[in-house]
């Protein structure tokens, strides 16, 4: 199994906002991009394994700009970290006024996605090959999440 490189899980998924999508307050609500975040994810992983994936954590995601109806929102996905069935995508969600051009960052997001057989069991990944210092730095980001959330799951083990 060769590697990868992070360009080649590169996914956008874009999407206009419209009535349908606001919450009370007016603005997108945010299932909404939780939804798309994980669709975005998930193709980014899907790409990388050629094989289909299931979500099995969402690390963070906050939300720092509000989206509001008739922006364009584009989700910008690539893979951060593989491990031997594992793999974390990075999703950073961009919403954008076509009328004015103007664009801000509403949130980024880490999911940690499996990567499944035909018979739905866990299935080996190719490696994540990195190519930018930027690639590097988030990939060592990755990891430092990867083991925290390993440290986590055996703490939470051992209290059971």
Not at 88 to 93: D, G, K, L, N, S
Not at 95 to 124: C, F, H, M, W
Request: glycine share 6%.
């Amino acid at each position: 199994m060769t590697s990868k490189t992070v360009s080649e899980s590169r996914v956008t998924l874009s999407r206009l906002m419209g009535p349908p999508d606001v919450n009370t307050l007016g603005n997108v609500h945010g299932g909404v991009i939780m939804k798309q975040v994980d669709e975005a994810g998930a193709l980014a992983a899907m790409r990388h394994a050629q094989a289909p994936v299931v979500t099995v954590a969402v690390d963070s995601m906050t939300f720092m700009k509000p989206i509001f109806v008739g922006n364009l929102v584009q989700f910008n996905a690539e893979l951060t970290y593989v491990g031997t069935t594992s793999m974390e995508a990075r999703v950073e969600v961009i919403a954008e006024n076509p009328l004015t051009g103007e664009r801000r960052i509403s949130n980024t997001a880490y999911l940690v996605y499996v990567a499944l057989d035909d018979e739905g069991n866990p299935q080996k990944v190719p490696a994540l090959h990195f190519s930018s210092p930027e690639e590097k730095k988030l990939a060592k980001q990755a990891q430092d999440r990867q083991t925290f959330r390993k440290a986590q799951k055996q703490q939470e083990q051992n209290n059971i």
